[in-house]
């Protein structure tokens, strides 16, 4: 099972995201439409990267109305017009990596990082969730951030 532990970003994480309307289910390609746009417009990006923000509980909601955020790592701050937006991660956060089949990582993720709140106390900003994957020709790297309380 993966570890979670407490992480400072002195070096921030840069993504070019979006944000869309539509089922969870599509994720893959929303991220597809944002790489896209980042080749059409000439700005590079992280080959191989996504990153998503499920903002909705999909239980309650119909999945043509579900909100999410998705995006692409980018290697620096660059300016984007809009409906694109830069969105940097830096600062403390929990924690958690997994390498495998994307199917078989995530859930051991989400656990390790209950289980460190749990232990730990760790108190949130909320409880918004950035799922950053990485591909890596075999195998997916999970990485989970959750912004932790100052």
């Not at 937006?85 to 600062?91: A, I, N």
């Not at 924690?95 to 289980?115: C, M, T, V």
């Amino acid at each position: 099972m993966p570890n979670a532990e407490i992480i400072n970003l002195t070096e921030p994480l840069y993504s070019v995201c979006k944000n869309i309307t539509g089922p969870y289910s599509q994720t893959e390609e929303y991220i597809s439409q944002v790489r896209n746009y980042l080749d059409s417009a000439g700005v590079t990006y992280i080959s191989g990267t996504g990153l998503t923000i499920l903002l909705d509980n999909p239980l309650g909601k119909p999945p043509a109305e579900l909100k999410s955020t998705c995006g692409v790592l980018i290697p620096a701050r660059t300016e984007i017009p809009g409906p694109y937006f830069v969105l940097e991660l830096s600062g403390n956060y929990l924690f958690a990596r997994s390498k495998g089949n994307i199917d078989e990582i995530r859930l051991p993720a989400y656990q390790a990082l209950l289980n460190y709140i749990i232990d730990e106390q760790v108190l949130t900003e909320s409880g918004t969730r950035i799922e950053i994957t990485r591909e890596t020709g075999k195998e997916t790297v999970l990485e989970i951030y959750m912004k932790i309380r100052d």
